[in-house]
C-alpha cells in the first residue's frame, strides 16, 4: 500500500523481465504476463488503487481474493508458485488433472503439461 508510482514501476518491470522455467508453453508465459500487466495496469490508475487499497483495509486479517478466469488460469498459477503460494497452487490445480483442461486456451497438451509442471514443482 505504501509503494509509491516508481516502485511500483521498478516491481512491473522486473517481474515481467523475470521469465519463468523454460518447460512452460508459450501461452502460459503470454498468460502471465497478461495478469502481471492486469495488475500494473489497476494498480497505478489512482481511482482503482484507492479501491483496492479500501478493499485490503475493510478486509484486515481476511484474505482479499481477485476473480481469475479459467483461460487465466496457467498464468495465475505461475504467478502463485513464483510467490511461494504452494498449497494454493495445488488447490486451483489439482481439479485439471482428473477433468482436463478442456476450457483452457492453448493446445490440450501443452495446457495440461502446463498444469502439471506448477502442481509437481508446489508438492515439491
Not at 50 to 55: F, G, I, L, M, V
Not at 75 to 102: D, F, H, M, N, Q
Request: glycine residues 6%; charged residues 25%; proline residues 3%.
Amino acid at each position: 500500500m505504501q509503494a509509491t508510482a516508481e516502485q511500483l514501476e521498478q516491481a512491473h518491470r522486473d517481474r515481467t523481465l523475470q521469465l519463468p522455467r523454460r518447460e512452460y508453453s508459450e501461452f502460459a508465459i503470454q498468460s502471465r504476463k497478461q495478469l502481471i500487466d492486469m495488475a500494473y495496469d489497476a494498480l497505478r490508475d489512482s481511482g482503482k488503487r484507492q479501491t483496492y487499497d479500501a478493499k485490503l483495509l475493510a478486509a484486515g486479517s481476511e484474505l482479499v481474493s481477485i476473480e481469475i478466469y479459467e483461460e487465466q488460469l496457467i498464468g495465475a498459477l505461475l504467478i502463485l508458485l513464483e510467490l511461494g503460494e504452494y498449497e494454493l497452487v495445488i488447490r486451483l490445480g489439482r481439479p485439471y488433472l482428473t477433468s482436463g483442461p478442456s476450457n483452457l486456451d492453448g493446445s490440450s497438451q501443452e495446457a495440461l503439461s502446463d498444469v502439471v509442471l506448477p502442481l509437481g514443482l508446489a508438492c515439491l
